[in-house]
């Protein structure tokens, strides 16, 4: 994927509910601890595999390994989200989204809406 080309989110297979289900027994049954290593870990890993796909001469599996270790970090990070307070990791994710959306020229309106969505409504 070149530099400027973005590929379209697309929605979970899984629900949302489902997912945070799947994971507050992730951590029931492993701990708290275990859990919070493991994210450690699955980060790790996905750090070594974006550095191992910025180089232009890249192996032809670097962008899997990174989707799939973006996919890991992903279940942990809703993890971490359950052990700690997602009120104030939400608040933290806001202002910085907020600070990012100035540094970018991006508006965000009412409630999170940025004017591509008040429009649509």
Request: hydrophobic residues 40%.
């Amino acid at each position: 994927m070149s530099a400027g080309e973005f590929k379209p989110m697309c929605i979970s297979p899984v629900p949302r509910e489902k997912e945070t289900e799947i994971c507050r027994k992730a951590i029931a049954r492993f701990g708290r601890v275990n859990q919070i290593m493991k994210a450690l870990e699955e980060l790790a890993e996905l750090q070594r595999a974006l550095a191992r796909d910025v180089p232009m001469d890249a192996p032809e599996d670097a962008e899997a390994n990174v989707c799939e270790e973006i996919a890991d970090a992903e279940i942990m990070l809703t993890q971490l989200r359950l052990l700690y307070d997602p009120l104030e990791i939400n608040e933290w994710k806001a202002s910085k989204l907020e600070r990012l959306a100035r540094m970018v020229g991006v508006e965000i309106g009412e409630e999170g809406e940025d004017e591509h969505q008040r429009d649509q409504t």
